[in-house]
């Protein structure tokens, strides 16, 4: 390890101890401080992102509003404090198996994490993104390893970020910026570094969890992989809507280039569908869209290339490439379809993801088996979409749903996977290789408790238990009670017999 | 894989989805019929357990109903709901970053997993423990791997709960038992297997959690491994109380011969403490007790003579142990002290877990900072310890109990660690090695959050919801809500300036 990344180490380990004892309300008012922060600086930022990742001034204004949106429900998540999931037990002299202690526990920061930033969100998914915020709220440091393909922007963001925490009171070392491939792994290996969360590629994402699983000590490691986000239309929902479909479906690809984790890779209709006009004219006037860096367009020309190339792919709009003179990639929408069969046939040319604007359509026979189907289709995906008639629920349909929601984090009726909530009830996760651990979320509240483990309190006096587990309760958290004497009861509600 | 494994693994995921269907009230009336069973058959088993284990019958009889204590708790936790974290976000067309849909997210059953059983438990933590009791409240369908230490009584206690579980009307292959090393090996990377739980020795479980890692879906294993729960004894504590803690001190170590996760394996005491005599005095009567199997007894023979060999070493209470015919060790309990500088000098000697009846008094110098030592010596345990007189809360006692909170997942005030309440504020886990996943416990209700992952539906409607997330909410659950038009407000709790 270099001196500089020891230097970060030490750093964030010595932040860790004053940074997990803020009171709830002054954390929060740093994250608060940081989104404003954001706002303030808005025009140079996004200004940066546009010339590092080609993408649109209106994208990337939503995407910083949406991070400062995300780090100002995570302030008002952690002064709520449910989070901490506060549980006392009272000392009980007639507990069932013996007098039993007071006992007390809460969630407490697991201590300095490391975030891998992603390429394709420079805001939401970067320096200042979800993964930060969730740290910062659960009260742990963070060093932030910079994407390669934003890296101005990187050092900027983190500037106003360290900056605006700063201001706030919170502790030195509490936000840090590393970069390059080799500084995050040998971060990654630090025992000073108790968790790690990762935006990215398969091959990058497992590369990295298996250096976090191989490690003397262990650590969590929380990767969002890849995805390719099934839907499923019935003949019902066409006949009731197929040009909003095409529309909404074209849009979806196209959308940031179709550089998004829940893009629609692959979507399932009827033969016949008759939908190829309505998608083609959707299509046509989609303008060329920047890929984010050359590495990236030069594989999604290669990509797209081999998908062309298989048995049986019919192209309903073509799209295409343009590589300029600094081997930028411009594309245009691309959605191929081809039947089931083929499909089934040509998996190894077709099932892979396609990191931008393609998407195949997947025709099947009536009758199709698709709950029987899916689980031989696909391992975990973050989003799967059903698009139904209204009223619509046969018992196929309903063993498709259950069979989805076995497969993906996420399963949408109608609309479409991209454009993610940041909200209390969101999940952004599933089963593998959507993500290396499938416990979790990277976008919503419960996305904070990746960084948390629990302590139990046994027996302590009020003057010696943190304020989140003292009777006196002085931060009015949620506390969850169990009183002397029920344990006498246990089962009873349900008792057979 | 052998036929009989492969029709194991077959039958687990056959069982996964009727089972994870099955409403919170029939799995809960399930478990109070496995704990009413194993009641019903207490005086065979616990007969049983007496020859293969050498624990004597007031132990056994007590953990068997702490077993059957653990499974209706559970039943009452699944009853209530409030562990499947139900959020309901409604959809809200004036949402800050527009409009959003109804997006409502519950935890799911992982599906099958596999549990490895401990030597040292033959109920609380084998065939019908803790682990078992919290993935069949999950509804996740149980493979258990029975530890070869008690293969009789694994047999006829998976027959007594295989048999509750079916006349409960439970689907078949919802429990199953293997038994051989290489059969668990094998079961563990099985692709239907969905997580792995294991109570056992350091080597095994990291063999297991590497293997867990790197199967090609990697899978959530939950070990709980080593831990020596170092105690901590104030020179006030003695006066207050000397003879009370010597004698409960010997007691916790000699308890079923210390074969206990929670054994306090290192008690640090001011030089001159004076509880030499109590303590020798408190361990004489101790009758002999059979270590667990003849493995264990050569095993603790030899870490014993390494500690009495040990530079420094003063023995408190001699203790012993004596192998029979049958290459049974029966031993009494040994209590030796060494000066801290002496444990520093001879920590490679010292510093290890010895699995068995001895425990290390560390005698340290006025005004020692215990507060830094603590990392220089420890990982991660199970427990800490402290023992302060009444009112004692000093900087330096603050000091190391923060430090504590960080090396422990449960930190006790007065007591001693073994004996774990089964409640649910329980934490039983802590940082490696004392567990192989810091975020989660073995004992308590929370641990049954171990085996579920979480599912957001986007946009369904009412009858494509499964019941916990319906509106019409038919089973009663807590679902917690987030009503529309919230957001404009977040972050103004908290807003700076």
Same mark, same amino acid.
């Given at each position: 390890?270099?001196?500089?990344?020891?230097?970060?180490?030490? /750093?964030? =380990? %010595?932040?860790?101890? @004053? $940074? &997990?004892?803020?009171?709830?309300?002054?954390?929060? +008012? #740093?994250?608060? !401080?940081?989104?404003?922060?954001?706002?303030?600086?808005?025009?140079?930022?996004?200004?940066?992102?546009?010339?590092?990742?080609?993408?649109?001034?209106?994208?990337?204004?939503?995407?910083?509003?949406?991070?400062?949106?995300?780090?100002?429900?995570?302030?008002?998540?952690?002064?709520?404090?449910?989070?901490?999931?506060?549980?006392?037990?009272?000392?009980?002299?007639?507990?069932?198996?013996?007098?039993?202690?007071?006992?007390?526990?809460?969630?407490?920061?697991?201590?300095?994490?490391? /975030?891998? =930033? %992603?390429?394709?969100? @420079? $805001? &939401?998914?970067?320096?200042?993104?979800?993964?930060? +915020? #969730?740290?910062? !709220?659960?009260?742990?440091?963070?060093?932030?390893?910079?994407?390669?393909?934003?890296?101005?922007?990187?050092?900027?963001?983190?500037?106003?970020?360290?900056?605006?925490?700063?201001?706030?009171?919170?502790?030195?070392?509490?936000?840090?910026?590393?970069?390059?491939?080799?500084?995050?792994?040998?971060?990654?290996?630090?025992?000073?570094?108790?968790?790690?969360?990762?935006?990215?590629?398969?091959?990058?994402?497992?590369?990295?969890?298996?250096?976090?699983?191989?490690?003397?000590?262990?650590?969590?490691?929380?990767?969002?992989?890849?995805?390719?986000?099934?839907?499923?239309?019935?003949?019902? +929902?066409?006949?009731?809507?197929?040009?909003?479909?095409?529309?909404?479906?074209?849009?979806?690809?196209?959308?940031?280039?179709?550089?998004?984790?829940?893009?629609?890779?692959?979507?399932?209709?009827?033969?016949?569908?008759?939908?190829?006009?309505?998608?083609?004219?959707?299509?046509?006037?989609?303008?060329?869209?920047?890929?984010?860096?050359?590495?990236?367009?030069?594989?999604?020309?290669?990509?797209?290339?081999?998908?062309?190339?298989?048995?049986?792919?019919?192209?309903?709009?073509?799209?295409?490439?343009?590589?300029?003179?600094?081997?930028?990639?411009?594309?245009?929408?691309?959605?191929?379809?081809?039947?089931?069969?083929?499909?089934?046939?040509?998996?190894?040319?077709?099932?892979?993801?396609?990191?931008?604007?393609?998407?195949?359509?997947?025709?099947?026979?009536?009758?199709?088996?698709?709950?029987?189907?899916?689980?031989?289709?696909?391992?975990?995906?973050?989003?799967?979409?059903?698009?139904?008639?209204?009223?619509?629920?046969?018992?196929?349909?309903?063993?498709?749903?259950?069979?989805?929601?076995?497969?993906?984090?996420?399963?949408?009726?109608?609309?479409?996977?991209?454009?993610?909530?940041?909200?209390?009830?969101?999940?952004?996760?599933?089963?593998?290789?959507?993500?290396?651990?499938?416990?979790?979320?990277?976008?919503?509240?419960?996305?904070?408790?990746?960084?948390?483990?629990?302590?139990?309190?046994?027996?302590?006096?009020?003057?010696?238990?943190?304020?989140?587990?003292?009777?006196?309760?002085?931060?009015?958290?949620?506390?969850?009670?169990?009183?002397?004497?029920?344990?006498?009861?246990?089962?009873?509600?349900?008792?057979?017999?």
């Amino acid at each position: 390890m270099t001196h500089d990344l020891e230097t970060i180490a030490a /750093n964030a =380990a %010595a932040a860790a101890v @004053p $940074f &997990a004892e803020t009171p709830p309300r002054d954390r929060a +008012a #740093a994250l608060v !401080a940081v989104a404003a922060a954001l706002e303030a600086n808005a025009d140079e930022l996004v200004g940066i992102a546009m010339t590092e990742t080609g993408l649109t001034e209106p994208r990337l204004r939503g995407e910083l509003k949406r991070t400062a949106v995300q780090l100002r429900l995570f302030a008002d998540t952690i002064v709520d404090g449910g989070y901490l999931d506060v549980r006392i037990d009272a000392a009980d002299p007639d507990f069932v198996l013996g007098p039993r202690p007071d006992v007390r526990r809460y969630l407490v920061p697991v201590g300095p994490i490391v /975030n891998f =930033a %992603a390429s394709n969100f @420079p $805001f &939401a998914f970067s320096v200042a993104g979800g993964d930060t +915020a #969730a740290a910062l !709220a659960a009260g742990c440091p963070v060093i932030l390893k910079g994407h390669s393909g934003h890296p101005e922007l990187s050092r900027r963001t983190a500037e106003v970020v360290a900056a605006a925490l700063d201001t706030a009171g919170m502790p030195d070392g509490v936000f840090q910026l590393v970069t390059g491939q080799a500084e995050g792994v040998a971060i990654l290996q630090d025992p000073r570094v108790k968790a790690g969360s990762f935006t990215g590629s398969i091959n990058a994402g497992r590369l990295l969890a298996d250096l976090a699983a191989a490690r003397p000590a262990p650590i969590p490691f929380y990767g969002e992989l890849g995805s390719v986000n099934p839907v499923f239309v019935t003949q019902g +929902a066409i006949a009731e809507r197929g040009a909003e479909l095409a529309a909404g479906y074209v849009a979806s690809v196209a959308g940031s280039a179709g550089q998004l984790c829940t893009k629609p890779g692959f979507v399932f209709v009827p033969s016949g569908h008759g939908l190829d006009d309505a998608i083609a004219d959707a299509a046509a006037p989609v303008a060329p869209h920047r890929l984010l860096n050359p590495r990236i367009a030069a594989g999604y020309r290669a990509r797209r290339d081999e998908i062309l190339a298989a048995a049986g792919v019919r192209v309903v709009a073509s799209g295409g490439i343009e590589i300029d003179g600094e081997e930028h990639g411009w594309a245009t929408p691309t959605i191929v379809a081809v039947s089931l069969d083929d499909l089934i046939a040509g998996r190894e040319a077709l099932l892979d993801e396609a990191f931008g604007p393609l998407s195949v359509l997947v025709e099947h026979e009536p009758g199709t088996d698709l709950a029987a189907l899916v689980p031989t289709l696909f391992e975990g995906n973050l989003t799967a979409t059903v698009h139904a008639a209204s009223g619509e629920a046969d018992a196929a349909l309903l063993a498709l749903v259950r069979v989805l929601t076995e497969h993906a984090g996420r399963v949408l009726f109608g609309g479409w996977p991209t454009g993610v909530a940041v909200t209390p009830a969101m999940q952004h996760g599933g089963p593998w290789p959507a993500t290396t651990n499938d416990s979790s979320t990277s976008v919503g509240t419960a996305a904070i408790s990746r960084f948390l483990r629990p302590v139990a309190y046994q027996g302590a006096s009020e003057q010696l238990l943190p304020a989140p587990l003292q009777t006196a309760n002085p931060w009015g958290l949620p506390q969850s009670f169990s009183p002397a004497g029920e344990s006498a009861h246990w089962g009873r509600p349900v008792a057979i017999g």
